[in-house]
């Protein structure tokens, strides 16, 4: 259960056009927002650098990022967000069987070497400590430009700030969240874990 428990979505009206953005990522506006607009200013804020990361103009497709966004979660365990992350790349175009396919990336022919690249490159610079060294940098640059690699960071990094947010406050994991991990990440584990009322 929540540590603390999210806000009506209509307690700060000026944050109509942030939970608009939000709800075009997921479907609906996340429970971690809900709770984050006690200080509207984190919203705005967090609103912010989720357009400039997600910017749909970007290089790096929206479904792909999705998928880096996972990993992130996945390497600090931030089971909220894992969930989220899924739903988001299906939204954004990624195909339920390279869904299926997300902890066996390294093996599936679903994923490209440069994708493979970048979901190792996420899983190293979320890990803690940091595991991305010379070797790992420069397999990216074997596939992805400075640009897209800034974006596949931005990935990673605004994660970061998500993952602890959301393990830190036991967010309440939404319906259809839940429902993706149970299909998709059950198999390695997966539970919901504190995100899941009991």
Same mark, same amino acid.
């Given at each position: 259960?929540?540590?603390?428990?999210?806000?009506?979505?209509?307690?700060?009206?000026?944050? &109509? /056009? !942030?939970?608009? =953005?939000?709800?075009?990522? *997921?479907?609906?506006?996340?429970? #971690?927002?809900?709770?984050?607009?006690?200080?509207?200013?984190?919203?705005?804020?967090?609103?912010?650098?989720?357009?400039?990361?997600?910017?749909? &103009? /970007? !290089?790096?497709? =929206?479904?792909?990022?999705? *998928?880096?966004?996972?990993?992130? #979660?996945?390497?600090?365990?931030?089971?909220?967000?894992?969930?989220?992350?899924?739903?988001?790349?299906?939204?954004?175009?990624?195909?339920?069987?390279?869904?299926?396919?997300? =902890?066996?990336?390294?093996?599936?022919?679903?994923?490209?070497?440069?994708?493979?690249?970048?979901?190792?490159?996420?899983?190293?610079?979320?890990?803690?400590?940091?595991?991305?060294?010379?070797?790992?940098?420069?397999?990216?640059?074997?596939?992805?430009?400075?640009?897209?690699?800034?974006?596949?960071?931005?990935?990673?990094?605004?994660?970061?700030?998500?993952?602890?947010?959301?393990?830190?406050?036991?967010?309440?994991?939404?319906?259809?969240?839940?429902?993706?991990?149970?299909?998709?990440?059950?198999?390695?584990?997966?539970?919901?874990?504190?995100?899941?009322?009991?």
């Amino acid at each position: 259960m929540s540590h603390m428990q999210p806000l009506a979505r209509d307690a700060h009206p000026e944050l &109509a /056009g !942030e939970f608009a =953005l939000m709800e075009s990522i *997921l479907g609906f506006v996340p429970n #971690s927002v809900l709770t984050m607009q006690r200080r509207p200013g984190i919203v705005q804020g967090f609103a912010a650098l989720t357009r400039g990361v997600m910017d749909p &103009a /970007g !290089e790096v497709p =929206l479904g792909f990022k999705r *998928l880096v966004a996972h990993i992130a #979660s996945m390497a600090v365990g931030c089971q909220y967000c894992e969930a989220h992350s899924l739903v988001a790349a299906r939204i954004h175009g990624v195909s339920d069987e390279k869904l299926a396919q997300i =902890l066996c990336y390294e093996d599936s022919p679903l994923y490209t070497e440069a994708e493979r690249a970048a979901l190792d490159f996420a899983l190293r610079a979320a890990s803690v400590p940091n595991t991305v060294d010379a070797e790992c940098f420069a397999r990216m640059r074997e596939h992805w430009s400075e640009g897209q690699i800034v974006e596949i960071l931005g990935v990673v990094a605004i994660y970061g700030f998500l993952n602890r947010w959301n393990d830190t406050m036991a967010t309440d994991l939404e319906t259809s969240p839940r429902a993706m991990g149970d299909r998709v990440l059950a198999a390695r584990g997966w539970d919901g874990g504190k995100h899941v009322s009991r």
